[in-house]
């Protein structure tokens, strides 16, 4: 009867020892359970602190002009870095290099020129360059260190204008918009100074390089400059212009691109960064009505 109690007795204290080690070992693995979860549940919260937009990073080499646009697109370039894509500015001071060096693929886009000049470059050097997004107008003006109103126009006086056809083309359209000449009808864009029909004034035309245009002023009796480098010499076109476009004009500059190439993705990423209220912002605060941003 004794052995028979004591193995009784034995029996619970085994029972007891075993229930007591499945409850250490359900908690180590509930322990073990718990930190995976909050090991899972703390992973999408460091990966959206490493990429906080969520976007892919990319990089894009854009030509601009030096002067204004650069200015504009240093705003830009930090608009689009918040969206992870780094902008490398390539900085031009003429008309011509910004769409060959796109064109042989040293440059992604650029963003400088109108449609109509694009069209004429791309027609005259066999280029394929297409439009990508409208960015800013830069109503061009008539300068003059001489006179102060157009009406001043004497008989044979000397009018500057851009030699490159498209501004070339611009500037008589703005000389006959303010009664000077005439052209022939139907020349528009195409217009060359072998267009004017009719000259009342018997006003002389000097084509010249439009970057240098600002330096010939003094010689000239008045002169159309372009908005960037008028800018860049220190005038201002809201107040010392003597007669402008409208700001309504259809020549508004772009970003442009290879053709073929105006889907992609990351462009748009690039056309989201320009278009953009910081840098609609800053156009409008730092230059009035001097250029209108086109979007």
Known sequence: MAKKSLLVLLVLVFTVIAAACGKSNDDKSGESSAAASSSASSSPNESASASPTGSEPAKLKLGVMAGAEEEIWKVAKEVAAKDNLDLELVVFNDYVQPNK?????????????HVPYLDEFNKTNGTHIVKLAD????????????????????????????????????ALIL??????????????ITATVRDIAENPKNLKFKELDAAFIPKALGDLTAAVINTNYAIDNGLSPSKDAIYREPKDSPWVNIIAVREGEQDKPVFQRLVKAFQS???KKFVTEKYGDSMVPAW
Do not use: H, M
């Open 135 to 170: 960015t800013i107008n830069y109503p061009i003006g008539v300068y003059s260190k001489s006179i102060k109103d157009l009406a001043e126009l004497k008989d044979g006086d000397t009018l500057g204008l851009p030699n490159d056809p498209t501004n070339g083309a611009r």
């Open 175 to 188: 000389f006959q918009s303010a009664g000077l000449i005439k052209l022939k009808d139907g020349v528009g």
């Open 277 to 279: 209220e910081e840098v």
């Open 101 to 113: 060096v796109l064109e042989d693929g040293q440059l992604d886009a650029n963003a400088f020129q």
